[in-house]
């Protein structure tokens, strides 16, 4: 099982509407979880990051962790275009981050 | 805001070369890490540094090696540079983890584009 998976997409969203962006992870020791947006051929910004189950909300931008269920989901509400990008799950393995391979996000004009 | 820099955007060099790739980062961070970012195989640990001469190898070291002489300073050296070290690099910084979180968000430069021809 991959430490942490992610569906490579892309993943299509009118723009306007709500993308809901999902990761999976495999150690339950796990404590912090990030989300990165990576823009093609830039490097990876951070966008949120999350310690505590529940929800996490910065502007249009929500984080929701489960570790029950080992799952942590990135929403952006009213997509824009701008939105565009690969988002980066990554969760830390001791004191290092292991990234998901990304999903590919398109906002349909 | 945090800062990371890295010495070029783009660089190309011949097989056999020694090869330099810098980072400086300019918020006193502790920890600083080195990937490789390759189509399909996402970003991959090469070494990471929790201080000032110290170094621990990522999940594929093999071919690389890494200099941390100042705190803000982390270079990524190629010993004898081959085509399959053809990548973009990317450097990134984060203070360091505790108990509770285990590791802070790392903050990266812009990358580097190797190619080795």
């Known amino acids: 099982q991959k430490e942490v998976e992610q569906n490579s997409g892309p993943l299509s969203v009118p723009e306007g509407a709500i993308a809901s962006l999902n990761c999976t992870y495999s150690?339950?020791?796990?404590?912090?979880f990030f989300w990165y947006r990576q823009y093609s051929g830039k490097s990876p910004e951070l966008i949120m990051f999350i310690y505590s189950n529940g929800d996490k909300e910065d502007g249009r931008f929500t984080a929701q962790l489960n570790k029950a269920s080992q799952y942590v989901s990135l929403l952006i509400r009213d997509s824009q275009p701008s939105d565009s990008a690969t988002y980066l799950c990554?969760?830390?393995?001791?004191?290092?981050?292991?990234f998901g391979k990304g999903t590919r996000l398109h906002i349909l004009p | 805001d945090v800062k990371v820099t890295q010495s070029s955007r783009y660089l190309v060099k011949r097989t056999g070369e020694k090869v330099f790739l810098e980072c400086v980062q300019d918020m006193d961070h502790e920890n600083m890490f080195w990937y490789r970012q390759d189509p399909g195989l996402g970003l991959r640990l090469i070494y990471f540094s929790y201080d000032v001469k110290m170094k621990e190898k990522g999940d594929i070291p093999e071919g690389y090696s890494v200099s941390r002489e100042k705190k803000e300073r982390f270079s990524l050296i190629l010993e004898s540079a081959s085509t399959n070290q053809t990548s973009m690099y990317l450097c990134a910084s984060s203070p360091r983890g505790g108990e509770e979180v285990g590791s802070y968000e790392q903050y990266f430069g812009p990358g580097t584009r190797l190619t080795v021809t």
């Open positions: 150690d339950r020791g796990s404590q912090s």
């Open positions: 990554a969760v830390n393995r001791d004191d290092k981050i292991i």
